[in-house]
């Protein structure tokens, strides 16, 4: 049975410019993205949407990163990650949001 079927639609798996997006539709209409990747180096990512608020999940170096506290991990500004410190050469962070 081929894999692509009516039944797992419409969820889709593209690759572009080293992002790695699995997209699929979930309730109330908005468009869920898993694993967007984004490679260092860099002080700021943008996203390649704009997620909706309470969404975003940030991955770095595997381990969950937090938004809130005095402290933040990284601070969000429309479709604008800064990390507290810059990525470094290499460095993967991964984005699960919806939009």
């Keep these: 049975m081929p ?30 993205i898993s694993n967007e990747r984004h490679v260092g180096p860099g002080s700021s990512i943008t996203l390649n949407h704009t997620p909706i608020s309470g969404t975003l999940k940030a991955y770095r170096g595997g381990a969950r990163q937090d938004p809130g506290g005095s402290q933040p991990d990284y601070t969000l500004s429309g479709a604008t990650v800064t990390p507290l410190s810059p990525l470094l050469t290499n460095e993967v962070m991964l984005f699960d949001y919806n939009y």
């Design 3 to 32: 894999f692509w079927t009516e039944e797992f639609w419409p969820a889709a798996l593209l690759t572009m410019n080293e992002v790695l997006w699995v997209i699929s539709q979930s309730g109330g209409g908005s468009t869920a």
